[in-house]
C-alpha cells in the first residue's frame, strides 16, 4: 500500500484560501468515504481536522472543508491566518491488510 | 478530559529492546481501537498496525512484523508498543491513536521520542 500523494508545500497570504489535494487510488481515497485530515505543529501531535470526507470534530474552525472527487480528497483552507502554518497530512482507510495509509504531508506556509 | 499519555524518551543502544507505553483516560478503553503510528525525523506519518482493545487481537501493516508487538492491560487502560533488536533507523517517534467509528484517529498520544545509537 503506497502512500497517498499531497503537494509538499503549499503558501497563501493572510485571509486567502489555500487547497490541499491528496491523491490515491481506487483502493483507498476513490473507494471508501473515509478520509481524514490532520494538522501538525513542530514538536506536536497531529490533530485531527476533518474525517469522513468533510465532516469537522467539535472545536475545529469552520474555516477547514474537505471534499472528494473520485481518488482525489481535498482540504480547504480559507480565511488563512497565521496559526494555520502547519503540516497537514491525509489518511484514508483502505479494507486491506493495511487498513489505513497517510499521505505524504504538506507544509502550509503563510507569507 | 480524554486523553492518550505516553511513557517518556528513550535512548537504547542497537540490538536492545524498548517498551513504550500509552495510558488512556476518560473514556472506556474497550471501545476504541489503539493505533500505531510511526514518525521518522523529517519525516511523515506511517500506520504501523493496531490492537483491538476488545479482543487484544493485534494487526500489524506490511513492514512491522517480526520486531514490533503490541500488548495491553486492560486493568490500567494500557497499551504497549515493544520493538526488540532496535536498529538506527528505528529512531523516530512514536505515537499511540485512537480510532473513531469513523475510521479516523481521533485523539493521540503526545508522542514517545526512541532513539538508537551506539
Known amino acids: 500500500q503506497s502512500a497517498l500523494t499531497q503537494p509538499a508545500s503549499v503558501s497563501g497570504s493572510p485571509g486567502q484560501s489555500i487547497t490541499i489535494s491528496c491523491t490515491g487510488t481506487?483502493?483507498?481515497?476513490?473507494?471508501?468515504?473515509?478520509v481524514s485530515w490532520y494538522q501538525q505543529h513542530p514538536g506536536k501531535a497531529p490533530k485531527l481536522m476533518i474525517y469522513?470526507?468533510?465532516n469537522r470534530p467539535s472545536g475545529v474552525s469552520n474555516r477547514f472543508s474537505g471534499s472528494k472527487s473520485g481518488n482525489t480528497a481535498s482540504l480547504t483552507i480559507s480565511g488563512l491566518q497565521a496559526e494555520d502554518e502547519a503540516d497537514y497530512y491525509c489518511?484514508?482507510?483502505?479494507?486491506?491488510?493495511?487498513?489505513?495509509?497517510f499521505g505524504t504531508g504538506t507544509k502550509v506556509t503563510v507569507l | 478530559q480524554v486523553q492518550l499519555v505516553q511513557s517518556g524518551s528513550e535512548l537504547k543502544k542497537p540490538g536492545a529492546s524498548v517498551k513504550v507505553s500509552c495510558k488512556a483516560s476518560g473514556y472506556t478503553f474497550s471501545t476504541y481501537g489503539m493505533n500505531w503510528v510511526r514518525q521518522a525525523p523529517g519525516q511523515g506519518l506511517e500506520w504501523m498496525g493496531w490492537?483491538?482493545?476488545?479482543?487484544?487481537?493485534?494487526t500489524y501493516a506490511q513492514g512491522f512484523t517480526g520486531r514490533f508487538v503490541f500488548s495491553l492491560d486492560t486493568s490500567v487502560s494500557t497499551a504497549y508498543l515493544q520493538i526488540s533488536s532496535l536498529k538506527a533507523e528505528d529512531t523516530a517517534v512514536y505515537y499511540c491513536?485512537?480510532?473513531?467509528?469513523?475510521?479516523?484517529?481521533?485523539?493521540w498520544g503526545q508522542g514517545t521520542m526512541v532513539t538508537v545509537s551506539s
Open positions: 491513536a485512537r480510532v473513531s467509528g469513523a475510521d479516523a484517529f481521533d485523539i
Open positions: 489518511s484514508s482507510y483502505t479494507g486491506s491488510s493495511t487498513l489505513y495509509v
Open positions: 469522513e470526507v468533510s
Open positions: 490492537i483491538n482493545t476488545n479482543t487484544g487481537n493485534p
Open positions: 481506487s483502493s483507498d481515497v476513490g473507494g471508501y468515504n473515509y
